[in-house]
Structures are given as C-alpha cells and as structure tokens.
C-alpha cells in the first residue's frame, strides 16, 4: 500500500511537511502544527527527528 503524501506547496512555513499532512487528510493546517508542537515538547515524542524523516520521506511539493 503506498500513501502518496507530499510537502506543501502553497501551506508552508519550514519545508511544507504539515501543510502537505493536512492538505492530504483535508485538515485545518494550524492545528495540526499546534498538535504537533504540543506532542514535540513531550520527552516521549521526539518531533524534530520525526519531522525530519518526513522531510526526506516525502515528495516533493507537486
């Protein structure tokens, strides 16, 4: 099963990972970047290596 889920274009601030997540599920881009800030901050979750995974895992902008 391949997701085809690519950075943002038009709804970035970084590198448009969030922006293509939530283009992709049809989500309010603003609080999906306030829920993963919220889980960031978490020692269990660590946000800055996931979002640079997903940086190098997603397409590019299309």
Do not use: C, Q
């Not at 950075?7 to 993963?36: D, K, M, P, Q, T």
């Amino acid at each position: 099963m391949k997701i085809n889920i690519h950075r943002s274009s038009s709804n970035r601030l970084l590198a448009g990972v969030i922006g293509g997540i939530s283009e992709h599920f049809n989500w309010n881009a603003n609080l999906v970047r306030i829920l993963f800030v919220l889980l960031a901050i978490t020692p269990m979750f660590p946000g800055i290596i996931v979002y640079l995974i997903l940086w190098i895992l997603m397409g590019d902008p299309e």
